[in-house]
Each structure stands twice: as C-alpha cells, then as structure tokens.
C-alpha cells in the first residue's frame, strides 16, 4: 500500500511539474503576439498631434538620415586604400566595364559546394564581352604560368565567369586599365 502511495505521490508531482514548465514556457509566447496588446481606444483617448510639413527642427532629423546616393569621390593625387577612381570610357578597348554605386571595380568571388569550386565573376560588361574575356583569361593564364583556365560569358547579363579565385589579378589589371 505505502509503494502504491508512494508512486502517486511522484506521478502527481512530475504532473505539477510538467504544467508547471509548460505555463513557464508559453507564457512568453503568450505575451509575445497581437492577442497580449492593448485594444485600440477612440480617437478622443490620444493626445492631439499637429502635423508640421517643413519645421526648421526637420533639418536636425534630416542630417541623421542617410543620404540618397552615394557621393562623388573627392579627387586626390593618391588615396590611402589603394583605391583608384575610374578614368577609362571603354572608347579605345571596345569594351567598357562599369564602376558599382560604391565607385567598386565589380570583381567577385562565389564559392560553392562548401568552399571546394572557386569562380571569379566580373560583371556590369559592356560592349565587346569576347574581347574582354580573351584579354581576362590571358591575364589569368599569365598568373598561372601559362596554364590554362575555363570561362563562361553570358552576353544577356553581361557576366563573365573564371573558374579559380583570381580576383585580385583582375581587379588589379581593371584598374591598370582605368576601370
């Protein structure tokens, strides 16, 4: 009799305790969703709000706020970074390859199947992409001690893709030529 007690006594308690987690862990669910808020008051209940289109105290707001583009870049002999604006227009190569919004040389690296393939890509192309590319995997085979390498040019989305990590190559002779 006393172990029958005993046992309903454990059963009754690891009850209360599973209820007793449980309210602990929904309650925060409980609080956390539209359910818990208040419900909307009349109008009358909220203080009056004047709407003021162009205050003087706006200027104070708008100085926080981002600015809409992004800058030009003040003209100097030699930055610090390294960073070289563009001065090519394409005219000469017959191929031009656009800055990004950030004044960047669009080179970049996508990695797949866990870091084991490696492709370059150089994108915003214009004009002659085949040409580029030609001038690009000379580039790459130059660095790979005349190995060769492999290419994928999409003319539609102007993309030109290099399988290995070569992205500082090409960004570096982009900029040598003044992309």
Not at 102 to 123: D, E
Not at 140 to 146: A, I, L
Not at 169 to 174: F, K, P, T
Request: charged fraction near 25%; aromatic fraction near 6%.
């Amino acid at each position: 009799m006393a172990a029958s007690a005993k046992l309903m006594v454990t059963n009754l308690l690891q009850h209360r305790l599973t209820q007793l987690t449980r309210s602990l862990h929904t309650q925060s669910a409980l609080l956390a969703n539209f359910r818990s808020s208040r419900e909307v008051q009349p109008l009358d209940q909220y203080p009056e709000v004047e709407v003021v289109h162009n205050p003087p105290e706006w200027k104070f707001v708008e100085r926080l706020l981002p600015p809409a583009t992004v800058p030009q870049p003040v003209a100097k002999a030699a930055y610090p970074s390294g960073w070289k604006p563009q001065t090519s227009d394409g005219t000469s190569d017959g191929y031009f390859v656009a800055r990004t919004k950030n004044h960047m040389v669009p080179v970049y690296l996508h990695t797949r199947f866990r870091g084991q393939r490696r492709i370059t890509v150089v994108r915003r192309v214009q004009g002659d992409i085949w040409a580029l590319e030609r001038d690009l995997r000379a580039v790459v085979e130059r660095s790979r001690n005349g190995k060769l390498c492999a290419t994928r040019v999409n003319e539609l989305s102007g993309q030109i893709h290099i399988h290995g990590d070569h992205v500082d190559v090409l960004r570096e002779h982009l900029k040598a030529k003044g992309f």
